[in-house]
């Protein structure tokens, strides 16, 4: 089982942007993106492989950018124009097969969450 760790949530306005950074203690061919916010599922945010292929949810294409250095065994996520519907937790996950990971996160392998709040 992979361990991974988040940073880089905070507070923004509408229309800012934000990086969040997640490494993880091994390395792992499929990492992602999750968010959930209050009172609704968990959803796929993004998600890329070891060889930069990249898969993103609609609500967040154009806008979002999902990236990876595999000698650090970190993705990132910049999300720019954020809007307040953004708001959320967002959580980093990894997997080597697709099928866990991807797009219903049936995987094991989670981060701790970091928090997105994105005021009007």
């Known amino acids: 089982q992979v361990q991974l760790v988040e940073s880089g949530g905070g507070s923004v306005q509408a229309g800012g942007s934000l990086r969040l950074s997640c490494t993880a203690s091994?390395?792992?061919?499929?990492m992602a993106w999750f968010r959930q916010a209050p009172g609704k599922e968990r959803e796929g945010v993004a998600v890329?492989?070891?060889?930069?292929?990249?898969h993103y949810a609609d609500s967040v294409k154009g806008r979002f950018t999902i990236s990876r250095d595999n000698v650090k065994n970190t993705i990132y996520l910049q999300m720019n124009s954020l809007k307040p519907e953004d708001t959320a937790m967002y959580y980093c996950?990894?997997?080597?097969?697709?099928?866990?990971?991807?797009?219903?996160?049936?995987?094991?392998?989670w981060g701790q969450g970091t928090q997105v709040t994105v005021s009007s």
């Open positions: 091994g390395y792992t061919y499929y």
């Open positions: 890329i492989d070891s060889g930069d292929r990249t």
């Open positions: 996950a990894a997997d080597n097969t697709w099928s866990l990971l991807w797009p219903n996160g049936r995987t094991n392998n």
